[in-house]
């Protein structure tokens, strides 16, 4: 027994996450708190998806340009000449110099600060000075056409930003077919609510534990008793979609309302069941969004390192011109609730140094959500393996 | 946009050092294409020509076509 303890350092055994509710165990500790296991769920569960990086209202205007370090990669987000979104390598093709280092508009070509070798929204070479010495900016081995910026493979869902870094991941309307579906009455327009829509929260924990307890509804009457005053436990449902995403879902979803009684329009042409349905779903790996008749949100999990995770909120409403007092009511609220979960997610990191500490046991009611989760984190992990990039 | 005339009571050299410092990739653009103008050789006019085009290109500045045609006339850019 603590011989296998010490070998999950290493590689952590993971048959026990596999087994079906009822018997099976959470996640090994190391999963939380081993930067080699960190190293390999960055690959495995992270870089091999589609994952969050950004919101494309980040880049609002052609020729916006931020630059992102997402897991120690450089990029750059940029919304190119033609105003389609698109993500590089934030890396000059010459001597490997930074592009882009602060985040600005880019007027015409990016120049690497470096050589001034010239690059396009587009990620083009246009030009390389002096490359065949002084004056002369060609030279017969320098094919521009080979030496434009690494694109990452990108696509834009919900204002969200999602990249897959090794480019192994099944289309984008493949792969997410079934979240897309789910909530196809709601593809309109997202627009952002603003300055107050947006807050980040940096939480002192793995990035999976946000995930965990994002998708469960176990724990809203104890760490959410305001909350479950008027959404209680037995009007929620667990949604388990296994290799996809979990969630949970409300069947008492209750309009905010201002003192005036004014509200938030409705999404147009939504079926009856979402006047009072909202649900929430933890889109794996780092997408948690929630999605309601008059607003919807999205965070996006940014792992910083196996025990920090910067959690990035935006709401989203229907309508460009919803009443502003109301918004900020609206995200003073949620910011409430999500910051209600930081003492759990905090503490659960801080248990899991315990080494006595098995994965946990599952309630086979309630956790559903977090058992698939969990499955599928293992069996990313281990195909990982199995492919031959065990450390 | 500065479209200034370049000062004969301060240098062009001095005149692009302080664009330099000011990141001021548009003047520093229509600063080397003077110095192009000015040049005595076919390549210290290239070279400063290639200068005021990464420049051009750098701030979307209405010369970049002309400054293109100019290298690429001399062999110096990509057609
Ligand atoms: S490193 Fe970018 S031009 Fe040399
Ligand atoms: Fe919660």
New binding site residues.
Partial sequence: MLKERFLTMSTTVLYEVHKPIETAKGLPNAHYIDPNTFDEEKQALLFNQWTGLATAQDVPEAGDAQPITFLGLPLLLLRDKTGEVRVFQNTCRHRGMILVTEARKIEGAIRCPYHSWCYSTEGKLVSTPHVGGPGHNRHKDIAREDLGLIEIRSHVWRDIVWINVNENAAPFETAMASAMERWKEFEAPLYHGGAESKFELHVNCNWKLAVE??CESY??PW??PG?NSYSRLEDHYNIEKPGQYSGQGTLVYQQLKSDSGERFPDFANLSKKWDTSAEYLAIYPNVLLGTHRDHAFAIILVPESPEKTVEKIHLYYPTSDTPEALRIKNADQWKL??E??IM?VEGMQKGRHGVAFDGGKFSPVMDGPTHCFHQWAAQQVTDWRQTSHEP | MSHEPVLNTVSLDEQIMLAHENHDAHRLSYLYEQGALRADTVDSACFLATQAYIFALESDHHNQDRLRQFLIKHGREQG
């Fill in positions: 307890n994002y724990h809203l760490v959410h909350l609730v999500f209600e979960d759990v």
